[in-house]
């Protein structure tokens, strides 16, 4: 309630609050800074008690000043209260302005809380604005520049001198010093940061010249390759600086090495690793051309520097020899998914190729099942038995296009292959030069990009209609006579069939189908673009290339074969596709055993 002596008041407040404004901008540094704040409040605006609670960086408050009592210094000055509870605390009471006022009846649910704190029980107020022991003042100081309106700290103040909670003048005072501490602790802060950063730069530029000596000095002498290149201009990429080590691993001097640019080195395969990694630093691994012309694998770590403030930048490039790791890993890459015996993927890669072609769902609406032709075995009557020393019987080869003694289905197309002259596929063969395993388009084999980067949906033709779909075939071999072999010649002789297999197998195809040994004697072809005939020839022909003898320590062996043929389709599984293949091989392997009794 106002009253004839409020303008004096109004008077005396506010020349306290200039006294106290005016001293801080006499104090020196950051920390003298936050204790004037603290001193202010008891000294001119009239409260027994305060404290200054700034945010430190990972936004957590820290009383960091208290003035008025010794006692209350001691309980919480350099104690953190968590950023949850100061939001908290700020977000309830009365608003006075930027203030909050938490009175005594409310403030009870605070006492257990994180903050720290300096409160005393008292009896309830004799009078309605009586300051209660338990009631809390917090005057929020707010950031004024770019960033204005981030949190710097709040002051928090207890015990009014005259007993009574401020009137209007007294909390427009107190949000007015809050307001001038804020600028005040800003500008102290910058303050010790220019100081800090004067010191900083001091040192710097006497490490400078000591630093570019030592830089010289590791740069040419360093174990592994150094380069720097020029950036921008008509000169970009070009180097402009080469050690010793990195001239050794590429064979040029580092004259020759001028004239040329990372990008002239570079694999041509690699070129946009390079480029993706020189733009903006980072690292890579990639190939660089030796001066025989070999390339040899490397790891480069790139940093954008500049050669002065405003001078232009340079990449600093670091090169190390990571041939023999790439090696390695490439063994163990090869090792994990290929089976060590004949070189074939595995089961596992094969699964992997076989299911990248797959979808989820079919495409469109279509709903499609495994497909699989007339599942192809031996010869009606081949008895599964090996030569041994030339005494056993010889199945005779089927003609390429004949299933069973039946004629083929006319259709002129298939594989391609150097055997079979009625076999006319609508491409060309190709140079197995890889050996077993080396079948190249499903990601394996160096140099040979995936066959299948972009989805394409899988169809199975429809074995009723042969409409000259095409689709990807999937071919199960199970090789007829094997375990005798095994059981009478042992594992060696064994395993140089398999390998021999493997080998017939991966020459009966194209480059880009994938053979793979599924475990034992069980092997699996996969290959795209067949139409139905197409793959019936691709059995019969392979089927006809394991037929011949095969030496193993002077003896001859012979082993037969037995296909089911799948297809695989958008909508099934990698196991169900090779399920239904198995199945059909293992209905032909029971329909000729008929036969075979029905013979005898």
Not at 135 to 159: C, H, N, Q, W
Not at 173 to 200: D, E, G, K, P, T
Not at 483 to 500: P, S
Not at 588 to 594: P, Y
Request: charged share 25%; net charge negative; hydrophobic share 40%.
């Amino acid at each position: 309630m106002e009253t004839e002596s409020e303008p004096y008041v109004r008077l005396a407040t506010l020349k306290q609050v200039h006294r106290a404004i005016a001293d801080l901008n006499t104090a020196r540094s950051l920390a003298d800074t936050l204790q004037t704040v603290a001193d202010g409040v008891v000294s001119g605006l009239g409260y027994e008690l305060s404290a200054v609670n700034l945010v430190r960086p990972d936004g957590d408050l820290v009383v960091a000043a208290v003035a008025g009592s010794a006692s209350a210094e001691a309980l919480m000055a350099g104690r953190v209260g968590s950023r949850v509870s100061w939001e908290r605390r700020l977000a309830m009471g009365d608003e006075w302005g930027e203030l909050r006022f938490i009175p005594y009846t409310e403030g009870w649910i605070l006492d257990d809380d994180d903050v720290p704190q300096w409160h005393t029980a008292g009896p309830a107020p004799r009078f309605a604005d009586e300051w209660h022991p338990m009631d809390r003042l917090f005057a929020p100081m707010y950031s004024t520049g770019p960033s204005g309106g981030e949190l710097l700290g709040v002051i928090s103040v207890d015990k009014p001198r005259n007993g009574r909670r401020p009137g209007a003048w007294g909390r427009e005072a107190l949000q007015m010093y809050a307001s001038q501490a804020a600028i005040a602790i800003s500008n102290a802060r910058l303050r010790a940061n220019m100081q800090r950063a004067l010191v900083r730069l001091e040192r710097e530029q006497q490490a400078l010249r000591a630093s570019e000596e030592s830089f010289r000095q590791a740069f040419e002498y360093a174990p592994s390759g150094m380069a720097i290149a020029e950036m921008g201009g008509d000169q970009h990429g070009r180097l402009h600086r080469t050690n010793d080590a990195l001239c050794r691993l590429l064979g040029r001097s580092a004259s020759q090495m001028r004239r040329y640019s990372f990008a002239d080195l570079v694999h041509p395969e690699d070129i946009g690793t390079l480029l993706r990694t020189s733009a903006e630093g980072g690292r890579a691994e990639l190939r660089l051309a030796r001066r025989d012309g070999t390339f040899v694998w490397v790891s480069l770590r790139n940093s954008v520097v500049a050669d002065a403030a405003d001078g232009p930048r340079f990449l600093l490039t670091h090169v190390e020899d990571i041939e023999e790791r790439k090696r390695h890993e490439l063994q163990l890459a090869h090792r994990a998914s290929h089976d060590s015996l004949t070189g074939l993927p595995n089961s596992a890669e094969l699964r992997a190729r076989l299911s990248s072609r797959l979808c989820g769902r079919p495409p469109g609406s279509e709903t499609h099942a495994a497909a699989a032709t007339g599942p192809y075995g031996a010869l009606d009557g081949f008895a599964e038995v090996a030569s041994v020393e030339g005494t056993a019987y010889v199945p005779e080869p089927l003609p390429a296009g004949a299933v069973g003694g039946l004629p083929a289905a006319g259709h002129g197309h298939g594989f391609g292959s150097d055997t079979g002259p009625d076999y006319a596929p609508d491409f060309p063969p190709e140079d197995y030069g890889g050996g077993p395993g080396l079948s190249a388009g499903y990601g394996y084999g160096h140099g040979h990009g995936h066959a299948y980067d972009h989805h394409e949906h899988a169809i199975a033709p429809d074995e009723d209609a042969d409409d000259g779909t095409k689709g990807l075939a999937v071919l199960f071999c199970d090789l007829d006579g094997f375990k005798l072999i095994n059981d009478r010649f042992g594992h060696h002789t064994g395993d140089a069939v398999l390998i021999e297999v493997a080998r017939r197998l991966s020459n009966g195809v194209r480059e880009g189908d994938t053979v793979a040994r599924l475990g034992g004697d069980e092997f699996v072809v996969l290959a795209d673009g067949l139409a139905l005939a197409d793959a019936e020839d691709l059995a019969v022909r392979l089927r006809n290339a394991i037929i011949p003898p095969i030496r193993v320590d002077g003896r001859a062996v012979r082993v037969g074969a037995s296909f089911g043929i799948g297809w695989a389709g958008c909508g099934m599984s990698a196991d169900e596709v090779l399920h239904s293949a198995d199945q059909r091989m293992y209905m032909e392997k029971r329909a000729r055993a008929k036969a075979g009794r029905r013979a005898g």
